[in-house]
């Protein structure tokens, strides 16, 4: 990886870092009653407030899905290659990434969410344990078939 390539990854997320804290600042001013406090102020990219926290959420979005790119490449890396994780994170369908996030929200909003979709991943995972070399067969015809789509896009 070169040095291009890790500076690319660190920008994004020092600019969500920067409209995080513009917005937090903000939500301390206006927790103080409307007053200043002491240390100086950092104007947001725009004279409207709403504008402002409209950019800090895409910014918070847009480095979201940067870390759960880096994530997902590193642990599909360990066994693939960088390359070809790469390339069966850009063969994924619409539909897998739409049921990925709503199986995230589900279990990140609440509690018999959090089970409910734990249950499942640890069935599936025993499921595949008992199965062995089977489902082994099968994920990893899976990966190859999202490879070569990866491949064509």
Do not use: W
């Given at each position: 990886?070169?040095?291009?390539?890790?500076l690319?990854?660190?920008k994004?997320?020092r600019?969500?870092r920067?409209?995080?804290?513009?917005?937090?600042?903000a939500?301390r001013?206006?927790?103080?009653?409307?007053?200043k406090?002491?240390g100086?102020?950092?104007?947001g990219p725009?004279t409207?407030?709403?504008?402002n926290?409209?950019l800090a959420?895409?910014?918070?979005?847009?480095?979201?899905?940067?870390?759960?790119?880096?994530?997902?490449?590193?642990?599909?890396?360990?066994?693939?290659?960088a390359?070809?994780a790469k390339?069966?994170?850009?063969?994924?369908?619409?539909?897998?990434?739409?049921?990925g996030?709503?199986?995230?929200?589900v279990?990140t909003?609440?509690?018999?969410?959090?089970?409910?979709?734990?249950?499942?991943?640890l069935?599936?995972?025993?499921?595949?344990?008992?199965?062995?070399?089977?489902a082994k067969?099968?994920?990893?015809?899976?990966v190859e078939?999202?490879?070569?789509?990866?491949?064509?896009?």
């Amino acid at each position: 990886m070169t040095i291009r390539d890790k500076l690319a990854k660190i920008k994004p997320a020092r600019i969500a870092r920067k409209a995080a804290g513009k917005v937090a600042e903000a939500a301390r001013d206006e927790t103080a009653g409307g007053t200043k406090n002491a240390g100086p102020s950092i104007p947001g990219p725009s004279t409207n407030a709403m504008t402002n926290l409209i950019l800090a959420d895409i910014a918070l979005r847009a480095g979201g899905a940067l870390l759960r790119r880096g994530v997902e490449r590193g642990l599909l890396g360990n066994k693939t290659g960088a390359a070809k994780a790469k390339k069966i994170i850009r063969g994924r369908t619409m539909g897998e990434t739409l049921i990925g996030t709503a199986l995230a929200r589900v279990a990140t909003r609440s509690v018999p969410g959090a089970i409910m979709v734990g249950g499942g991943l640890l069935a599936k995972t025993l499921y595949d344990r008992r199965h062995g070399k089977s489902a082994k067969a099968e994920g990893e015809a899976a990966v190859e078939a999202k490879a070569k789509k990866g491949e064509k896009e």
